[in-house]
């Protein structure tokens, strides 16, 4: 079946400065492909949406120039976390929609902590 | 805002079938009913989706009032592997059409 693959599953940086996610639909094409962030004990909270060739629609209240969201090709997506702090800590989920089957597949997830 | 209601958590014993609900009562004609679980520590998992008529996978069946109002997932043959939080989502179907997830259900399978 559809699979959305996510890279690294985990990442440890320093304050201060930038890491990316890159996610990926393996065999299909994605236009739309969706970020999340969730904290422990606590449900998926969409950041943004990422439209292939054009700038990502961010959900209310997340910070646009923070999260800097790249949509190049049909099959990626990555999201840069800049100047991360510790709160900034979390699980980041992508996910993107298989059109052809209407459904929406998930990342396997990203942890990123931030020391 | 998510648009379900589902129970904060749900027992079951290890193969029995394990029932899940969800209201949906402000749900549009043309929204769906999408069914995730999340295991600890992973990205959701799809499972099952419909829009009127009850629908059946390898992993699960959905059946959807006929009012829509509401909607069961069931799981025939519960395994501890199905320990998860379940995720019912109503949402369009369209290329840019986003799912808001909402606190989902708990199910503990019990051995």
């Known amino acids: 079946g559809a699979v959305v693959s996510q890279h690294p599953s985990r990442v440890i940086c320093k304050s201060g400065t930038s890491v990316k996610i890159e996610c990926r639909s393996l065999?299909?094409?994605?236009?739309?492909m969706f970020w999340y962030r969730q904290f422990p004990k606590q449900s998926l909270m969409l950041m943004a949406t990422?439209?292939?060739?054009?700038?990502?629609?961010?959900e209310q209240g997340v910070e646009k120039d923070k999260f800097l969201i790249n949509h190049a090709s049909l099959t990626l997506s990555t999201l840069t976390v800049t100047s991360a702090h510790p709160e900034d800590s979390s699980f980041y989920i992508c996910?993107?929609?298989?059109?052809?089957?209407?459904?929406?597949?998930f990342g396997e997830g990203s942890w990123l902590t931030v020391v | 805002d998510a648009k379900t209601t589902q129970p904060t958590s749900m027992d079951c014993a290890e193969g029995r079938a394990a029932n899940l609900p969800c209201n949906h009562s402000?749900?549009?004609?043309?929204?769906?009913v999408y069914w995730y679980r999340q295991i600890h520590s992973q990205g959701p998992q799809y499972i099952i989706h419909?829009?009127?008529n009850n629908e059946t996978n390898e992993m699960a069946s959905l059946i959807i009032t006929e009012d829509r109002k509401s909607s069961t997932l069931i799981l025939p043959h519960a395994t501890l592997r199905d320990t998860a939080v379940y995720y019912c989502?109503?949402?369009?179907?369209?290329?840019?059409?986003?799912?808001?997830f909402g606190t989902g259900t708990l199910l503990a399978v019990q051995p």
């Open positions: 989502i109503v949402s369009l179907v369209g290329a840019t059409n986003k799912l808001i």
């Open positions: 419909g829009l009127k």
């Open positions: 996910s993107a929609r298989d059109q052809q089957a209407s459904t929406i597949y």
């Open positions: 402000t749900i549009s004609g043309n929204e769906y």
């Open positions: 065999d299909f094409q994605a236009t739309t």
């Open positions: 990422s439209n292939e060739g054009s700038k990502a629609t961010y």
